[in-house]
């Protein structure tokens, strides 16, 4: 089993809809990212949280470090939010594990 | 957008050649790591520098090599590259130290290819 796994795995919508990714983890971490990555393109993070919950924009990211749980929403999803968005856990100072993403497609 | 360069961006290799790729940072961070993704695997760590000749192996390290002879520069070299090194490699930053925290940085990829 994966320290870091995600769902789902794929995840289609149409524009205007509300997306919620899941991640959930195994291990004791000191950190959480979420991170988004665009076809043949780069990886961005897009938030870094250890407590509570974070919003940028349409973006909103929470952690619940109890239940070793994260989620990542999205508000009004547009088609250029079709990306795969990773999950990654920081231990420690520097080890940094990654769920496999979650493909996301927001159709028109 | 933080200044991390990689490069080769593409390369097509044969298989039993060494090859080199470069990851070049403008960030001063100390910490610097390269990644490799694959499908159904997620990022996995191969190495990663602490410091100037400072480097340890990830969890994949296996037919890689890296060097670190200054900040802005982290080498990874495949001594005798095989077809399942065929992959996309990312270079990341980090500096926990810095104003940033443990935000990470990636760079834009690398496409290897080994025939």
């Known amino acids: 089993k994966n320290e870091v796994e995600q769902s789902p795995q794929n995840l289609t919508a149409q524009e205007g809809e509300f997306i919620t990714i899941n991640c959930s983890y195994s291990?004791?971490?000191?950190?959480l990212h979420w991170l988004q990555q665009h076809p043949g393109g780069g990886i961005v993070s897009l938030f870094m949280?250890?407590?509570g919950k974070k919003k940028h924009g349409r973006l909103i990211a929470t952690i619940n470090i109890q239940e070793k749980h994260s989620s990542l929403h999205i508000t009004a999803s547009h088609p250029r939010d079709s990306a795969v968005y990773i999950c990654?856990?920081?231990?420690?100072?520097?080890?940094?594990?990654f769920g496999q993403g979650t493909r996301l497609t927001i159709n028109p | 957008d933080a200044g991390i360069t990689q490069s080769p961006r593409h390369k097509v290799t044969e298989t039993g050649t060494p090859v080199t790729l470069r990851c070049h940072q403008t960030?001063?961070?100390?910490?610097m790591y390269w990644y490799r993704q694959d499908p159904g695997h997620g990022l996995r760590l191969i190495h990663y520098?602490?410091?100037?000749?400072?480097?340890d192996k990830g969890e994949v390290s296996d037919g890689y090599s890296v060097s670190r002879s200054k900040t802005e520069d982290f080498l990874l070299t495949l001594e005798s590259a095989t077809s399942s090194q065929t992959s996309v490699y990312f270079c990341?930053?980090?500096?926990?130290?810095?104003?940033?925290?443990?935000?990470?940085?990636f760079g834009e990829g690398s496409w290897l290819t080994v025939v």
């Open positions: 520098s602490y410091g100037v000749k400072d480097t």
């Open positions: 949280l250890s407590s």
């Open positions: 960030e001063n961070h100390r910490y």
């Open positions: 990341a930053i980090s500096d926990p130290t810095g104003p940033s925290g443990n935000t990470i940085y």
């Open positions: 291990v004791g971490i000191s950190a």
């Open positions: 990654a856990v920081l231990q420690g100072a520097q080890k940094l594990v």
